[in-house]
């Protein structure tokens, strides 16, 4: 079975947790285990990842050196991209002994320079801020914030992914029987000109939407949408909460979701299973689980 699993960004970092790179590495070398599990039980992988807190730091670490030479945002996914993939890489070799080659791939991903994405900024980076604290940095530095739980955070433009122009190399790579680690935080946003040549553009694809284009793409048997929930539940947070294990994609379009936490998770599976797959939301630990229908919550066109 060919398997796309998106790494939520707890894979790297639990919230709150400190954005050093042994609390990253540590995350990982720990995400790699259930990954390895289902290669381990014949499945092929491809593995995406977000990378919301890491690009919003790298942003932060911009602005402390040269506030005036600042890097934009494409340039920060690829930056960002490169450093998870080479944890996951090779936390993942580690774990497999070797055994199977694992790649990563720097993506770029086309977006509409319409989008009305642009426009409304919905998609969270860099770290939680109390909210004072948060509209003073909105002040000084021009940011757009929105609220994150009980914090505030920075949120960019997340346009929708409309084209992965990479898609052959990640299909020779799977051919071959690697694994491949692409389209990190969302891939590297770009627009094409009318020439036909492309050029990054400030913004962070959501990881889930392209994922879910991905796994179309390629074909994927399954997507799993990885967090740090076992599923998807009904009264999330009250004394009634219960965990839906399964959903037709009609009903997914209704559920009533947090729009920077399980929303996007449940838009790109329902997008995903639209198209004939089976898409499985749940905690990162119960990969193999998910994938033999014994946990997480499963998303497929029923009716």
């Known amino acids: ?19 050093t790179e042994d609390n990253q590495r540590e995350n990982i070398r720990k995400a790699a285990k259930p990954l390895a599990d289902l290669v381990r ?41 490169g450093m998870i993939g080479y944890m996951i890489e090779q936390e993942l070799e580690n774990e497999l002994d070797h055994s199977v080659p694992v790649a990563t791939l720097l993506t770029q991903v086309i977006v509409d ?26 002040e000084h ?68 939407a392209v994922s879910a284009r991905l796994a179309t793409e390629i074909g994927a048997d399954r997507l799993l949408l990885l967090t740090d929930v ?17 959903m037709d994609t009609s009903e997914v379009q209704n559920f009533q979701a947090p729009a920077g936490s399980m929303g996007p998770k449940l838009s790109a599976a329902r997008n995903y299973a639209s198209q004939g797959g ?3 939301i749940g905690n990162l630990k119960d990969a193999l689980a998910m994938i033999e229908g014994d946990a997480g919550t499963r998303i497929r066109k029923i009716t």
């Open 41 to 81: 039980a014949g499945h092929q992988l491809v593995v995406t990842h977000g990378n919301g807190p890491q690009v919003g730091l790298l942003a932060l670490q911009g602005i402390a050196y040269k506030p005036d030479e600042l890097f934009s945002l494409d340039v920060l996914g690829a930056e960002s991209e």
């Open 278 to 280: 089976m898409a499985v």
């Open 113 to 138: 320079a319409d989008d009305s994405a642009f426009s409304h900024p919905t998609k969270f980076i860099g770290p939680v801020y109390d909210q004072a604290e948060a509209e003073t940095r909105a």
């Open 141 to 208: 530095l021009g940011w757009d914030i929105a609220r994150d739980g009980d914090k505030w955070r920075r949120v960019v433009a997340s346009p929708a992914p409309a084209e992965i122009p990479d898609l052959n190399i990640i299909r020779f790579l799977i051919d071959k029987g690697a694994i491949a680690i692409c389209a990190g935080g969302g891939g590297i946003p770009v627009i094409r000109r009318q020439d036909g040549s492309l050029t990054g553009i400030e913004a962070v694809i959501d990881k889930d």
């Open 230 to 246: 076992d599923g998807v539940y009904r009264n999330f947070g009250q004394p009634d909460a219960s965990r839906v294990a399964e």
């Open 1 to 19: 079975m060919l398997i796309v699993a998106a790494l939520g960004g707890n894979a790297m970092l639990q919230r709150g947790e400190p954005l």
